[in-house]
């Protein structure tokens, strides 16, 4: 069971919009902080206390430049916004000396090719991907109602910094994705038979402020799950978006043949 104090900073961070994944990962580095002080609360520990973790990170752990960047953000939030007690600017840590791996860039032929042989089930989403530029959780997020066919565009919400844009739809996706809507919609149909469906999720208060939107088919998912599961954090029947991973293993495997 997650400790109160734990449970008190994962509400402050919802109260303050941060996205899910990012309290999950800020959450997991304070407890390992916790847990590397002998259990002492972080009001008893500071700048030291830090220095030797994330020193610690680099050399005992040899994590990779961006994961103790990740950690650092995590103490630093925590002692300015939980215990009012902010960091020094200056601290002193040995930085992980890890070099990260290069990302393989495919060039525009390696990139069609691969988009043709992808399986049907993941076609439709990589093509997004890479013709509208978009990260992929925030391809896996998208409603039917951020889809613009008139203007060929969609609607990106809350995406990285929490900022919201606009980006281009290639127009030869307009077919595969009126399919995909006919295809979310069959779905919804059948979940609106289930007495115990819940409705979709709703991020932040939007929930109270449209009590019905839930249940209204353009606040679904593009790329639902084909299986209902238990919300956890309501204990109520949804259907969520498709898992990141399913898109990851069809990239790679498709990669590799």
């Known amino acids: 069971m997650k ?16 996205a899910k994944r990012t309290i999950e990962s800020y959450i997991h580095w304070i407890k390992t902080f916790i847990y590397f002080n002998n259990k002492q609360h972080p009001i008893h520990c500071h700048n030291r206390e830090v ?26 939030f925590l002692y300015k916004d939980i215990v009012n007690k902010p960091l020094s600017l200056n601290l002193k840590f040995n930085k992980t000396a890890t070099q990260p791996n290069l990302p393989t860039v495919l060039t525009i032929e390696e990139t069609a090719t691969l988009l ?6 993941s076609a439709l989403p990589c093509k997004l991907l890479y013709g509208s530029g978009l990260r992929l959780m925030e391809l896996l997020r998208l409603r039917i ?12 919400w809350h ?8 980006v281009t739809l290639a127009k030869e996706l307009v077919t595969p994705l009126k399919v995909q809507i006919a295809k979310a919609h069959y779905f919804y149909e059948q979940d609106l038979g289930n007495k115990e469906y819940a ?8 929930e109270r402020k449209f009590p019905n939107a839930d249940k209204d088919f353009k606040w679904h ?8 599961s238990i919300d956890p954090e ?24």
């Open 51 to 76: 220095e030797s973790f994330l020193s610690y990170l680099a050399n005992q752990r040899a994590v990779a430049p961006k994961t103790q960047a990740l950690a650092l953000n995590a103490l630093v």
């Open 221 to 228: 998912y593009l790329f639902p799950s084909n299986q209902l």
């Open 145 to 156: 109602q951020d889809i613009d066919f008139d203007y060929l565009s969609l609607q990106i």
């Open 159 to 166: 995406g990285k910094g929490n900022k919201h844009r606009r």
């Open 116 to 121: 043709q042989n992808l399986p049907v089930a």
């Open 234 to 257: 309501a204990n109520v029947l949804r259907r969520h978006h498709i898992n990141e991973t399913t898109l990851q293993k069809a990239i790679r495997n498709t990669a590799k043949n």
């Open 3 to 18: 400790s109160p104090f734990l449970c008190s900073i994962e509400e402050k961070m919802r109260s303050k919009r941060y």
């Open 199 to 206: 409705g979709v999720w709703l991020p932040y208060a939007l």
